[in-house]
């Protein structure tokens, strides 16, 4: 996964945010998934388009959190995302 990685939501996967938190549908194995504050602004951030460089620009500027650590989350949390079937890369 580079900087410039895209990603979009898969398309057996419903959402819903539910007070600041996202839930998730996986209607192809039937499991659910629910994602806290931070993973539902870096959801939202993929639903936008944002590159992973911009997805960690933008945590920086709204939280507390070095590049580095946040470097390291986000990727962790993209590449959760993608093994679980959530989210595909772009080409």
């Not at 895209?6 to 600041?20: K, N, W």
Request: aromatic letters at 8%.
């Amino acid at each position: 996964m580079g900087l410039q990685s895209t990603f979009s939501v898969a398309p057996d996967v419903i959402y819903q945010e539910l007070d600041g938190e996202m839930v998730l549908l996986d209607t192809k194995s039937g499991e659910y998934f629910g994602i806290d504050e931070i993973g539902s602004r870096i959801w939202a951030l993929i639903e936008q388009g944002q590159t992973t460089k911009g997805i960690q620009s933008a945590l920086l500027e709204e939280y507390d959190v070095d590049e580095e650590t946040c470097s390291r989350h986000v990727g962790a949390f993209v590449n959760e995302l993608q093994k679980a079937g959530l989210i595909e890369a772009n080409c």
